[in-house]
């Protein structure tokens, strides 16, 4: 009898062990390539692959993050990428919403097929309207400057596409009620929409604060004077100059994307929220 009281706890403790033994295993697997890429970063690049190229460091040298943010420039760099991630995160978050509020909640002549247009915008990649929109830039005289590096972006069909999918989840009734308070759109939105969609705005912002961190193409194809390089193109710029010290340049990658790494650990309860409240939402 004793015997089958204490299976149902052995059971559980098999199970825990399994469990912790499988997200440990997962655990290293993941972090096992961002093991590597230290270990090539505190590795000369020469002694390294003459050692076979170990998965331990060969003569570790740390000082290469001091080198790599000094030659690099890494300082104004970050804050160029800083400055512009945030004027476009902040630009799309709210067109985003009075888009979404106008699809979501609103009535006017043609109505689907403005969205319709909207949502055809996903499917032009930016090499399809990169020469039009440089030309566009170089016209308007914005070449190095921030309204010439963040004006392609402003505006988000995919952040329309995701709000206005979450705003219709609202009741009509709270417009309805806000209209018989005497609450207008502008106060609607801020005192009824925002606060009641803030995991999926959240996301949003996430998701395009990540893009517009690591954006590369249209910033290379607008950005003449080095002052303006962003994080992005000083690695590229790094890694072409030091082709025999590579090391320098995969400690610059390393640093460039610390910032990012510290804003999904803060966030991480935010992200969770956002994502598990989407997938109960009926």
């Given at each position: 009898?004793?015997?089958e ?6 059971r559980?403790?098999l199970s825990?062990?399994v469990?912790?033994?499988s ?6 697997l993941?972090?096992?390539?961002i ?8 590795s000369p690049p ?19 993050f001091?080198?790599a943010w000094r030659e ?9 990428t ?21 699809f ?9 097929l ?13 090499e399809?309207?990169?020469?039009a ?10 070449l ?6 963040t004006a392609?972006?402003?505006a ?15 009741p009509?009734?709270?417009r ?17 929409v925002?606060?009641?969609n803030?995991?999926?705005?959240g996301?949003?912002a996430?998701i395009?604060l ?13 950005t003449?004077?080095p002052e303006w390089?962003?994080l ?11 082709p ?8 610059a990658?390393?640093i ?11 966030f ?7 994502l598990t409240?989407?997938?109960?939402k009926?």
């Open positions: 009898m004793a015997t009281r204490n299976a149902p706890g052995t559980k403790l825990d062990a469990s912790y033994v997200l440990t295993a997962l655990s290293l993941v972090l096992f390539p093991w590597l890429t230290i270990v090539r970063a505190v020469f002694e390294y692959i003459e050692a076979g190229q170990p998965f331990l460091p060969v003569n570790a040298d740390l000082g290469v001091g080198d690099g420039g890494l300082g104004r760099a970050m804050l160029v800083v400055a512009i991630a945030v004027v476009i995160t902040v630009a799309q978050l709210a067109t985003s919403i009075a888009a979404a509020y106008a979501a909640f609103l009535r006017f002549p043609f109505q689907r403005l969205f319709g247009v909207v949502l055809a915008t996903m499917l032009l990649p930016i399809v309207t990169l020469v929109n440089v030309r566009t830039i170089r016209e308007f005289h914005w190095d400057s921030v309204q010439g590096l392609p972006f402003l988000s069909a995919f952040g329309i596409f995701l709000l206005r999918q979450s705003f219709r989840g609202l009509p009734e709270l309805d009620a806000a209209t018989l308070d005497g609450l207008g759109h502008f106060a609607f939105v801020r005192r009824v925002v606060p009641l803030r995991p999926a705005i996301s949003l996430l395009t990540l893009s517009a961190w690591n954006n590369y193409l249209w910033l290379q194809a607008i003449i004077k390089s962003t992005q193109l000083v690695l590229r710029r790094v890694t072409i100059q030091q025999d010290r590579i090391n320098v340049g995969v400690a990658a390393i460039s994307a610390l910032p990012v790494l510290a804003l999904l650990i803060v991480q309860k935010q992200i969770i929220r956002g409240a989407g997938a109960v009926g």
